[in-house]
Nanobody
Framework: QVQLVESGGGLVQAGGSLRLSCAAS????????MAWFRQAPGKEREFVAV???????SYADSVKGRFTISRDNAKNTVYLQMNSLKPEDTAVYYC????????????????WGQGTQVTVSS
């Protein structure tokens, strides 16, 4: 059974940085694409970034140039380095695994985890 546990969220001032982590178990981690999504209050969950199993990355336009996704296959962990944070980045952040390109549209393996709250104050 796939289990993903997010951590690293918190309260930060605008312009600050945070690094999120997601520990994965129950899957052959290196074989899966790994992504981050977020959901702000009153809004739908949205794609943030993906690290394809082959190593390349894709980002939502809203975070391009500010966020960096990386993965450590030896630790079964995916990270999201968030710099130059803005109040509009405030959301619950979730990681997800998938084996198809449609991962970026929410076609995930297993269930969503609890996520980690990121709050950016102005």
């Amino acid at each position: 059974q796939v289990q993903l546990v997010e951590s690293g969220g918190g309260l930060v001032q605008a312009g600050g940085s945070l690094r999120l982590s997601c520990a994965a178990s129950g899957l052959t981690f290196s074989s899966y694409h790994m992504a981050w999504f977020r959901q702000a209050p009153g809004k739908e969950r949205e794609f943030v970034a993906v690290r394809w199993s082959g190593g390349s990355t894709s980002y939502a336009d809203s975070v391009k140039g500010r966020f960096t996704i990386s993965r450590d296959n030896a630790k079964n962990t995916v990270y999201l380095q968030m710099n130059s944070l803005k109040p509009e980045d405030t959301a619950v952040y979730y990681c997800a695994a998938g084996n198809r390109a449609t991962l970026v549209r929410g076609n995930i393996i297993g269930d969503w985890g609890q996520g980690t709250q990121v709050t950016v104050s102005s």
